[in-house]
């Protein structure tokens, strides 16, 4: 058997999200599947490092397959592009190591999610930004961030039910304010269902002083959705990158 890779980039607007489902042919993973069946002439089935939900974007998803043929890595990718749609693409095609798994492999992803600060959305990016036009505390979020870096149960921060284990680490969270965009930028082990939205929502609460920065620890510790912020809508948040080696 061979073990391929791919790092897949995405417009999430017009899906319902990363994986397959029965009532749907809408998502990338059944989209990405039925064309590289085509091309290998067997059912091919791919991993992917993660679910993205629907309306959410990717700069970097990873996924994986394993076949029995070899493939001509470079034909396949450019062959798959001409039968995806224009806001699916290919970005890299390669063998991996007997054992790769795009999921089980990956030790840390990177998201980031985009606000529009401005009084009207802005023409070109309304798609891809949450519009927000408040005034923000940048300060204050920045703050707020340092309570919920480290090893944390962010049970507070998902929308996920049955979860078994909410225990994650955050490795770093960047605020960075251009003009009137703010990039919020998370690294961590991996995330909950809603998890960066959530964040993302509470942190903006802080920003416009709903939320005291310290508040954001007791939240924290509560353990109950309840008492975190509103989740950002899905357009605004983008999967930039999986890791396979510890960051540098």
């Known amino acids: 058997m061979y073990t391929y890779r791919m790092r897949i980039a995405y417009d999430g607007t017009r899906y319902r999200g990363w994986q397959k489902q029965k009532n749907t042919d809408q998502t990338i993973q059944m989209i990405i599947e039925k064309e590289l069946s085509h091309l290998c002439e067997s059912s091919v089935v791919i991993s992917g490092s993660g679910r993205t939900d629907s309306g959410v974007h990717a700069f970097g998803q990873e996924a994986s397959f394993r076949v029995k043929k070899e493939l001509e890595t470079e034909r396949v990718r450019k062959e798959l592009n001409k039968k995806l749609p224009d806001d699916i693409r290919v970005l890299a095609f390669t063998e991996a190591p007997e054992g790769f798994h795009a999921r089980k492999s990956a030790v840390g992803k ?85 998890m960066v939205r959530i964040l993302t929502g509470t942190l903006l609460c802080v920003g416009t002083g709903q939320i005291a920065p310290e508040k954001v620890k007791e939240i ?23 890791y396979y080696e510890e960051r540098g």
Do not use: N
């Open 110 to 194: 990177c998201y980031e999610y985009y606000v529009d600060l401005q009084d009207k959305a802005d023409v070109f990016s309304r798609r891809y930004s949450y519009h927000f036009p408040r005034k923000i505390d940048v300060a204050a979020m920045r703050e707020a961030a340092e309570y919920l870096k480290g090893i944390h149960d962010f049970s507070s921060f998902t929308d996920g039910k049955d979860i078994d284990d909410t225990v994650r680490t955050i490795e770093e969270i960047q605020i960075q304010k251009e003009k009137e965009r703010l990039i919020l930028t998370f690294y961590g082990d991996g995330f909950l269902y809603h």
């Open 220 to 242: 924290l510790l509560s353990k109950d959705r309840r008492q975190a912020g509103f989740p950002a809508p899905a357009k605004g948040l983008f999967l930039k990158e999986v």
